[in-house]
């Protein structure tokens, strides 16, 4: 394996210089307020910019710095097996509109980009889920059934153009990839040509109602006042509507490597356990494969960095070796249905909206999420409000995943605090990390390659579950809700909003 980076590298944000921004230094006010750098937040500014509204953008750390900037950017509504389970869990009706919501969703990046010219390595390409197992065919078989119920372009195929010893897979016509970034910076660029303005290093902390106006304060402790607020902050920034018990986090891995492999086109992800996602990028006039899955509950993986050796050593064995040019991992949330969360966020409030609960798929699904967001924040309507409206309640599946998921959060609430530990500060090489007992009480160690020695109190600043060494990306990760901190304690990624208590 190549030596690891101090936070993994993602082939986007390495091969793009983004625009910088300052931080907010005083009190604003302004129409509304969007917050988070990412897809959704982004997109949604834009569109309120281009409405013709005043609209500031905020978001802690630097713009893409969320998952956003670490995605594999498929464009596609093929969001693995999901539409036969929909109909299952929804009914027909529902499970098309969601379709029809994410086709949209491909269809209004693809206008952008075309109306405005950006060169962001646009293709069209089909895009396919297959399965080696065996047992896995007849889900391939019942996908396809539903994608002809649902007048979804696609069918089942025998087999596919990769070197994979697929048994079948359920191809879904005319999809897409970009590069997001400059996508992304010339939404930006729109936003402050259009009026607008963004703040990077500025993290949205309180969110409080009152005179018909909305007061967010920053954690630099200035105060934001609008009509309204769009939080898209990947997890929510605000406490209300019980989004921790919500929400799970899930991480995934991705290599990008450089190889001789023909490759024949398509993009991949196998319905088999572990899951591969597979599909080629354009870098200059280099082409390097896109290799991810080892998906796992974040902060839950054990030793990461063999979810690195496990995406190498098939990469190899499918592809033949190639030179890792980069690597990262990043996590999204699931809701408790499947659905995102995207609409007013609380019964209580009509001046809070959130977009959240990607499964992995937010290109499409951030795009919805902008044009639902923005029409509810103009109090225009939207044919996707009530399908994908927050405040929905279906017994079955979310009870249940309710009850799953709330379990998990408890468990490692407790556990993690009683969890014996062996190790010592003494026993961390150079380049190592790991949950230590000092002087009887639990603590985060991380010795670096000079032998300094970094220590942190490892409750998380959220919530107070302990966090995980990752030994793969150098970070520390919450196993409840997703929150990273990279080894000095700082915050890569919320919910959390204050760093490890360094100790
Ligand atoms: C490995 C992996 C591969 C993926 N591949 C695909 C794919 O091929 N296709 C696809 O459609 N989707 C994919 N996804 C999913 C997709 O990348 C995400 O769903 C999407 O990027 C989420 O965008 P977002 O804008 O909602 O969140 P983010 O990009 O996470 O943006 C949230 C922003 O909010 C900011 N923020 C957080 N808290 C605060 C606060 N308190 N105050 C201010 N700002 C705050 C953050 O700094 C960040 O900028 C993938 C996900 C993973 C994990
Ligand atoms: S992210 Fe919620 S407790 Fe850590």
Known sequence: MMPLPEFPESYWLATTKSPSYDKLSADLETAFAVIGGGISGITTAYLLAKAGR???????????????????AKITAQHDLIYDEYIQHFGEEKARLHYEANRDGGAFIADIIREHGIDCDYAEEDAYVYAVEEANVAK???EAEAYARLGIPGEFVDRIPLPVAAKGAVVMRGQAHFHPLPYLIHLAQEIVRLGGQIFEDTTASKFKEEDGQVRITTADGHEVVCESVAACSHFPFFDNGFYFARLHADSSYVLALKTDFAYPGGMYISADDPKRSIRMVEYGSERLLLIGGESH????????????EALEDYAAETFGRGEIRYRWSTHDFATLDKLPYIGQATKGSERLFVATGYRKWGMTTGAVAAQLLTDLMLGRDNRYAELYGPSRFGADPGVKTFVQQNADVAYRLVHGKLEWLNMHPDDLGPDQGAAVRIQGHRAGAYRDAEGRLHVVDTTCTHMGCEVAWNEGDRTWDCPCHGSRFDYRGEVLTGPAKKPLKPL
């Open 140 to 142: 391939l078989r019942k």
């Open 297 to 308: 509950k974040t902060g839950q993986g054990e030793n990461t960095i063999l979810h690195y």
């Open 54 to 72: 005043r609209v500031a953008l905020l978001t802690a750390n630097k713009l893409f710095s969320g998952t956003t900037g670490y995605t594999t």
